[in-house]
């Protein structure tokens, strides 16, 4: 499934206009219809009641209005509280409220203190409600009265149905400048929006819906919208089938180069991770005085000693963060970078980076190692560190590179704060891809994977318990380990969905105290639920998505006709 920005959606109901002749009404009226519905689901029923609706003057509002109408028709006793004018309606949203009036609806403005009471007493004893304040279209501060009714909502505490975004939150990006709506489940008009899947907007979002309103499927599905849901349906077409002939080199040949003095659980985790998501044979190069311990620890890995810097040359230049470390098992020289490219000789993919250091000799060879390594190079942690301030090397490597930092990481490639990337972290992570011909995994509530000619991607899985050391490590792993399994420039999607779904799966059994090591033994069982999800696929002879079996607290595996469900875990 695509995702829009507010200007896409607003271009696509342009187009719906005036080339299929689709008006405006037409929409607002199956939004409304599609609002009710929910509503609905939300409330456990909708008859006898009491649901009060918010509705700003825009077609946000219009779109309230028309769930308004389907409400009361439903049997539910519905107030309707208008904010501004209703002069000033948009002429869609006048059409339904004139339809309201005709019907004896109740409706109050607030312009008052009597109105204000008349709300706050509304919401008290409400079942529900419905947020139609705010659209699409909303940037920066909220008015005074628009905060007002935002913070009367909020704190009624009720199940709130918001339509598209929550009001407050920005379609685009998921900033909330002061207050947002607090929905309990959010209907998705059209396409699902950035801003339903960064935080704060994901926090506010609650359950996600998406309907088509009945757009023309063409329209949603242009190839100009080059940002898309990485969902089950995605999914299903990611991985291969397994030839009952396969050997271990047919699965993939993986070198990790990673660990180092204190670090070696990273080294580990990335190395087992690959071998767990079905690579052949896993290599792991780690300098020689820690590799008895990790030889010692995998047995399924064969690890490799790397040649070390000498000490004497090494302890002036460890950053501050190593300052108290010893020098040993500091990777760097000539004989360290000549055994690499030995070893890469030999491997379909090679993953750089997790627990490596950041001494200047480290930094220096992983340097040296990209820019003359010749097989696919999947860069992690400490390999993207060496890059900050030079990133223009990586356009330069033999094949495209995959990066896969977390926002602290990329915000440190570019050259600016977290909070700027925050502010913009599209177009800054569209833009290096282009600029650098790397495909980025940028980790955080809401993983992207962007892609040099301008496709997005957006994770659905994942949660809040996999905010946790070394996590990181596995998804590393587990796309290093994919490299062969699937297509080419497939094995950052694949890996990002199953490393995702791995988490949700350890969600269920150890919720926020999961642990790394939780979600890399999850991954077969991952990697088993979407061979399954392809097996029912076959069977139904259909590419909609089926569901994986096992679903997160709150997941709901309901199928209706134009309309998709998302659960944003917190």
């Known amino acids: 499934m695509k995702l829009a920005t507010a200007e896409d959606m607003r271009l696509i109901d342009k187009e719906a206009l005036e080339v299929y002749g689709l008006p405006e009404l037409v929409l607002m009226e199956n939004a409304g219809h599609r609002v009710a519905e929910a509503v609905a689901e939300l409330l456990g029923g909708a008859e006898e009641r009491s649901v009060v609706v918010l509705a700003g003057c825009g077609n946000n509002g219009g779109d309230a209005l028309a769930a308004a109408r389907h409400l009361l028709n439903m049997g539910a006793r519905v107030k309707v509280f208008l904010t501004g004018n209703a002069d000033k309606l948009k002429p869609s949203a006048k059409t339904m409220y004139d339809i309201l009036q005709n019907m004896e609806a109740e409706i109050h403005g607030l312009e008052g203190g009597r109105d204000w009471d008349r709300l706050h007493l509304a919401l008290k004893f409400a079942a529900g409600a419905v947020d139609g304040l705010l659209g699409t279209g909303f940037q920066g501060e909220l008015r005074k009265d628009m905060l007002r009714v935002i ?6 505490q009720l199940p709130v149905l918001a339509i598209d975004v929550p009001s407050g939150v920005e379609a685009d990006t998921g900033t909330v400048s002061t207050v947002a709506v607090q929905a309990r489940m959010t209907v998705a008009l059209g396409l699902p929006k950035p801003g339903h899947f960064f935080s704060p907007g994901a926090d506010c979002t609650g359950e996600l819906l998406v309907d088509d309103i009945g757009l023309p499927k063409k329209l949603l599905d242009k190839d100009s919208l080059q940002m898309q849901l990485l969902d089950d349906k995605l999914a299903l077409g990611l991985l291969p089938p397994r030839p009952r002939s396969a050997h271990k080199g047919d699965c993939g040949r993986v070198l990790v180069v990673a660990g180092s003095r204190g670090m070696t659980g990273a080294a580990s985790l ?3 991770s690959a071998l767990r998501i079905g690579a052949g044979l896993v290599t792991l190069a780690v300098p020689e005085r820690v590799q008895p311990v990790l030889a010692s620890q995998l047995a399924e ?3 490799q000693p790397l040649p070390e810097s000498g000490a004497s040359a090494l302890t002036a230049d460890l950053p501050e963060q190593y300052s108290d470390a010893s020098p040993e098992g500091v990777l760097g020289g000539e004989a360290a970078l000549a055994r690499l490219l030995e070893l890469s000789r030999q491997a379909d993919a090679v993953l750089l980076g997790p627990g490596l250091g950041r001494a200047r000799e480290t930094q220096e060879l992983v340097r040296r190692f990209v820019q003359e390594a010749e097989c696919p190079l999947i860069l992690d942690a400490d390999a993207i ?18 990066l896969t930092p977390h926002l602290g990481e990329m915000a440190n490639l570019l050259g600016v704060t ?3 990337l925050r502010e913009s972290l599209l177009p800054m992570v569209s833009e290096a891809a282009k600029e650098y011909q790397s495909v980025f995994v940028v980790k955080s509530e809401c993983t992207v994977i962007a892609y040099p000619d301008g496709d997005l991607f957006f994770t659905t899985k994942g949660n809040a318990g996999m905010a946790t050391a070394g996590s990181g490590d596995v998804l590393a792993g ?15 999607l694949l890996g990002v969905y199953l490393h995702g779904l791995a988490g949700d799966l350890a969600y269920i059994r150890w919720c926020e105290g999961l642990i790394a090591g939780d979600i890399l033994d999850m991954l077969p069982q991952a990697r088993r639920e979407l061979k399954e999800c392809q097996r029912r696929a076959a069977e139904s002879g259909s590419s909609r998505a089926v569901r994986p079996a096992t679903a ?7 199928e209706r006709p134009r309309l998709d469900k998302f659960t944003l875990q917190d």
């Open 301 to 303: 890995v064969m690890v």
């Open 385 to 402: 560190y060496a890059f900050a301030g030079n990133p223009d090397v990586l356009a330069q490597c033999h094949q495209m590179p995959v």
């Open 418 to 420: 977290v909070t700027e």
């Open 151 to 156: 913070e009367e909502l909020n704190a009624a």
């Open 478 to 492: 587990t796309v290093v380990g994919l490299a062969k399994q699937t297509e080419a420039g497939l094995a950052p």
């Open 270 to 272: 990335a190395a087992r």
């Open 552 to 558: 997160l607290p709150g997941q709901n595996a309901l």
